[in-house]
């Protein structure tokens, strides 16, 4: 028997949910795991999941990552984190979700720069200077104006002593 089957299993009763990520290489550690099921990103049967769900072969889960959907299919069972190759053999992705993620990324790609729709806009953070401009506007200062005294205070609450 190889070491890519012997780490796989087969029995009859399941295995955790959380393990079941893990060990398919879907989050980095079984908390993180458990945390994303607790959020409710993860479904399994179109049913809400908990941890401690019983994972069995021919199960189909829907895992939400940040911006990525997927669906897989639960082919096998390993509650041994192993290598990619080993890890991919526990599931198969439906041709559904392939197509979405594809599309997703394209769209992501062919999408304009952030960055570069401020930098055309003009908007974004105002500068230094920018920001003294709108300072002497709203104190009604004019753009040669001396800059008020250095105490100076636009509002101050006082009691009239009268």
């Known amino acids: 028997m190889s070491s890519a089957a012997a780490t796989l299993q087969s029995t009859s009763d399941g295995l955790r949910l959380d393990k079941w990520l893990w060990a398919a290489r879907f989050y980095k550690t079984r908390s993180l795991a458990a945390d994303d099921i607790d959020k409710g990103r993860i479904a399994v049967n179109g049913q809400a999941a908990k941890p401690s769900r019983n994972l069995r072969p021919g199960d189909v889960l829907e895992i939400r990552q940040g911006p ?95």
């Open 68 to 162: 990525v959907r997927r669906t897989v299919v639960v082919r096998a069972l390993s509650a041994v984190r192993g290598p990619a190759p080993v890890a991919q053999a526990l599931y198969e992705e439906t041709a559904d979700s392939l197509a979405a993620r594809q599309q997703a990324a394209e769209a992501r790609r062919l999408a304009a720069e952030p960055a570069l729709a401020i930098a055309a806009s003009r908007q974004g953070r105002p500068t230094k200077r920018n920001r003294r401009d709108l300072e002497r506007v709203q104190d009604g200062l004019q753009a040669g104006d001396a800059p008020p005294l250095p105490g100076w205070q636009r509002w101050r609450a006082e009691l009239d002593d009268a």
